[in-house]
């Protein structure tokens, strides 16, 4: 079952998601060479807290962070510490945010300095596939439109999408029915109807799909070591199509 959430709950989430998108137009400054993703974690931990909101991450199935910094290869769930970026990487950085009960959760690709073609035009792709996917929330659609359309422009532009993670309602638990798939056939599922709040999140890869789990038990890299993208909004579905509520 997909939960309705009424205009009052909706209210905070977008309290809390605009936090979140505030937090991560600062990551975007604060990214840069010789800056180290424990130090990004820090940043993140203080800015939270100083806007009153929890970070949700921390603590979550024992994850150790506020954020998740995920760079180059790394897929997701990039465990924040001691690596110090350079110039030409590209860092996925994930931020999951609580507000009297009700969670929001974003992520974004950031280029650190100049990079070059391939992780540029990755994080275009990457990007582009989530609005995408955002404009096929209208009411009626179904669930998998949005999985379909995220896989269509992904694929058709020669990248691939990540199977293994998916995407998620979202609202007093982070993590909510439904799964999202970022691939699948169009037109199946439950239809989208007005007060359904959904995480919507592709992770692209420049090589093969397939991931794996390096030994510190959390972050997900590709197969192959090629470049890795990961972007994501939450979106409230109402009469009048998608609202972004991760947006500053
Ligand atoms: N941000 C991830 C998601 O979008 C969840 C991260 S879970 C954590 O579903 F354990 F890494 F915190
Ligand atoms: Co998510």
Redesign the pocket.
Known sequence: MIKIWSEREIAIMRKCGRTVAKLLETLREAVRPGVSTGELDRLAEAFLLEHGVRPA?KG??G?PATI?TSVNEQV??GLPGERVLREGDIISI?V?ACLDGYFS?A?MTFPVGEVDGTARRLLEVCQGALWAAIRRCIPGNHLSDISHTIQRYVESRGYSVVRDYAG?GIGTK??DEPQIPNYGPPGQGPRLRPGMVL?I?PMVNVGTWEVMTMPDGWTVVTRDGKLSAHF?HVVAITDNGAEVLTLG
């Open positions: 991450f979550y199935r994850y998740c997701v769930h994930d999951g959760d992520a998620h982070i993590h995480a999140e994501e």
